[in-house]
C-alpha cells in the first residue's frame, strides 16, 4: 500500500531532551515536507527537500532539523525542544510540482 | 509571498442538505494549483479535490465541486448531499507551479453535520 509513514503518534518529552520523529514515504517520490498545524494558523512548512541531500527552509524552521540521506527517509529532529513546539506535526511526500501531497498520520507533539 | 485566507472558522449543515466552504487566495502568479484537503478526527489529512490553475472548468468528484473564480482569486467547495461522514475539517491550499516545493494552507474551517 503507497503511504507515508511517521512515528511516534504521540509524544510528551521535557524541555531540552533532543528527540526524532521519523518519516518514510515508498512512493518513490522526489519531493518531502514537514509540516506543523496549530489552531488558527492550518499547517505551516518548516523544512522541504526536494531530492536526496537536498534540503531547504520552509517558513517556520527555528528550533528544527532534517536530513534526507535516502529517498524514502525525512527525519525531523528537534535537538532541544522548547514548550512552544508543541504541536501536531505532519510529514507529507509527493511526486512533483502540481501535484497533491500525501501526508502521514501526524505526530501529536507535547513538550513539558 | 502567496497567502490563502477561510473566513469561516466554523459551519454547520443539515444532513442531506448543501454547503459551501469558502476560501480566497493572494498570488501573483499564473501557474499554481488549488487544493481541498479534508481532516477528521482521525487526523489523516485527505485529499478531497484539486484544481489547476490554468482549467477553467471546475474540478468535481462525486458530491464535492469547486467554484473556482480565477480573477476574483476564490476557490469554494460545494458540498453536496451532506452525510454525516463529512463532518471533519476542512483546509484550503495553494502550490505555486514554479516553486512548488510547499502547499500555504488557509486556517482551515469546521464543518459539522447535524442529523
Known amino acids: 500500500e503507497a503511504q507515508v509513514t511517521q512515528n511516534p503518534r504521540y509524544l510528551i518529552t521535557v524541555t531540552g531532551k533532543k528527540l526524532t520523529v521519523t518519516c518514510s514515504q515508498n512512493m518513490n517520490h522526489e519531493y518531502m515536507s514537514w509540516y506543523r498545524q496549530d489552531p488558527g494558523l492550518g499547517l505551516r512548512q518548516i523544512y522541504y527537500?526536494?531530492?536526496?541531500?537536498?534540503?531547504d527552509k520552509g517558513d517556520v524552521p527555528e528550533g528544527y532539523k532534517v536530513s534526507r540521506k535516502e529517498k524514502r527517509n525525512f527525519p525531523l529532529i528537534l535537538e532541544s525542544p522548547s514548550p512552544n513546539q508543541t504541536s501536531l506535526y505532519f510529514c507529507?511526500?509527493?511526486?512533483?510540482?502540481?501535484?497533491?501531497?500525501?501526508f502521514g498520520q501526524g505526530t501529536r507533539l507535547t513538550v513539558v | 509571498a502567496q497567502t490563502v485566507t477561510q473566513s469561516q472558522p466554523e459551519m454547520s449543515v443539515q444532513e442531506a442538505e448543501t454547503v459551501t466552504l469558502s476560501c480566497t487566495y493572494d498570488t501573483s502568479e499564473s501557474d499554481y494549483y488549488l487544493f481541498w484537503y479534508k481532516q477528521p478526527p482521525s487526523r489523516q489529512m485527505i485529499l478531497v479535490i484539486r484544481q489547476e490553475a490554468y482549467k477553467q472548468q471546475n474540478a468535481t468528484e462525486n458530491r464535492f465541486s469547486v467554484n473556482f473564480q480565477k480573477a476574483a482569486k476564490s476557490f469554494s467547495l460545494k458540498i453536496s448531499d451532506s452525510q454525516l461522514g463529512d463532518a471533519a475539517m476542512y483546509f484550503c491550499a495553494y502550490r505555486s507551479g514554479t516553486y512548488g516545493n510547499k502547499l500555504v494552507f488557509g486556517a482551515g474551517t469546521i464543518l459539522r453535520v447535524k442529523s
Open positions: 527537500s526536494m531530492n536526496v541531500e537536498v534540503t
Open positions: 507529507a511526500s509527493s511526486p512533483g510540482r502540481g501535484t497533491e501531497a500525501f
